[in-house]
């Protein structure tokens, strides 16, 4: 079985200051790992993902995580916070083993507040 | 390229009717996938079609399904609905399943109330 667990229901920052938002995972496969944002009556957006080649993923407007297989951990940050950056975030998991059907499987979210 | 529309953005319906759902994927994609997301259970995954086939499935009771036509375009149905269905039902699409190389789409959901 497959979960992801986001560390934080609720983060907020300062604009300019850094963002980290916590995930750890678990998986009996080797995992795809993702970050999703959503903005308010917005769908869902992919930020970046991890398919197993480089531990450090660079995702869209700066964010990047770096997969922890020992920590089981994909942590998303960005240097500097925008204000354009408040939404919710969602960290999912993706198994792919043995040839099974897959399915994304999403933390409860993370909700950035930044503030000025 | 046009994303996933998914139709229609806002529906209000009465407990024990019926509702059905339509989400076209982007274009050349087989995969849709449907997503239920509520304030209390978050986003929970209701099933995946590939090639009209359904092929997995999540823990929703029989009431609802759902049903891939020939040129991709799906429909979820919830028949029955009781207030607990209520909730912002998303509709993800890909080239493939998903699966490590594929990205999956979202559209911007529909927002079902029951009353």
């Known amino acids: 079985a497959q979960s992801v667990t986001q560390l934080d229901s609720h983060v907020s920052v300062s604009e300019g200051t850094p963002v980290l938002l916590r995930c750890n995972y678990s998986?009996?496969?080797?995992?795809?790992l993702f970050w999703y944002v959503q903005h308010p009556n917005k769908g869902l957006q992919l930020l970046l993902k991890y398919t197993s080649a480089a531990t450090l993923v660079k995702g869209i407007n700066g964010f990047e995580a770096e997969f922890k297989k020992s920590e089981t951990s994909f942590h998303l940050t960005k240097p500097s916070a925008h204000m354009s950056d408040a939404a919710e975030y969602f960290c999912?998991?993706?198994?792919?083993?043995?040839?099974?059907?897959?399915?994304?499987?999403f933390g409860t979210g993370t909700r950035l507040q930044v503030t000025l | 390229k046009a994303g996933v529309t998914q139709t229609p953005r806002y529906l209000i319906k009465t407990r024990g009717q019926q509702v059905t759902l339509s989400c076209s994927p982007i274009s050349g994609h087989r995969s849709v996938s449907w997503y239920q997301q509520t304030p209390g259970q978050g986003l929970q995954f209701l099933f995946e079609y590939f090639s009209e086939t359904q092929r997995n499935k999540g823990n929703f009771p029989g009431r609802f399904s759902g049903r891939q036509f020939s040129n991709s375009r799906s429909e979820m149905n919830v028949s029955t609905l009781e207030l607990g269905d209520s909730a912002l039902y998303l509709c993800?699409?890909?080239?493939?399943?998903?699966?490590?190389?594929?990205?999956?789409?979202f559209g911007q959901g529909t927002r079902l109330t029951v009353v």
């Open positions: 999912v998991v993706s198994d792919d083993g043995a040839g099974t059907a897959s399915k994304l499987t």
């Open positions: 998986s009996s496969y080797s995992p795809s």
């Open positions: 993800a699409s890909s080239q493939q399943r998903t699966s490590k190389n594929t990205e999956a789409f």
